[in-house]
């Protein structure tokens, strides 16, 4: 049966599109293998923090302290709940990484916001 001329066209490219998937895997290998050569010649000054962390920067701690009071979720939706838990999670990551750094503070930690940071985000029980 005949194609029409856009049908071969698109079979011609899903041809040669397929011809040349080596060719394209062997540059991105290539690729790779170059940025690895750079990254293992240039001269590291901390070599202390090799384990993928990036090294721990002098800080200031700043006088502010920043209080979100939770003793409203009862009154919320779980939706919001879960809205306010990934909102505190950005704060403190975002407040970990600052160079003045405010003293983050969660009062009336109960209730709904708890049970749901003990079920997706174990982790929180160390927070500083």
């Given amino acids: 049966e005949p194609i029409s001329k856009r049908q071969r066209k698109k079979l011609l490219k899903q041809k040669q599109w397929e011809e040349q998937k080596d060719l394209r895997r062997q540059k991105r290998k290539e690729k ?51 809205k306010l838990h990934k909102q505190i999670q950005r704060c403190y990551a975002e407040n970990r990484k600052a160079f003045h750094p405010v003293q983050f503070y969660l009062t009336s930690h109960g209730g709904q916001l708890k049970s749901n940071m003990n079920e997706n ?3 929180w029980v160390n927070w500083k």
């Fill in 32 to 82: 790779r293998q170059k940025r690895k050569l750079e990254r293992q010649s240039k001269p590291d000054f901390s070599n202390e923090g090799s384990d993928g962390k990036r090294m721990r920067r002098e800080v200031v701690p700043s006088t502010l302290r920043l209080i979100v009071d939770c003793s409203f979720d009862d009154l919320m939706v779980l939706k919001d709940v879960k």
């Fill in 121 to 123: 985000d174990k982790g």
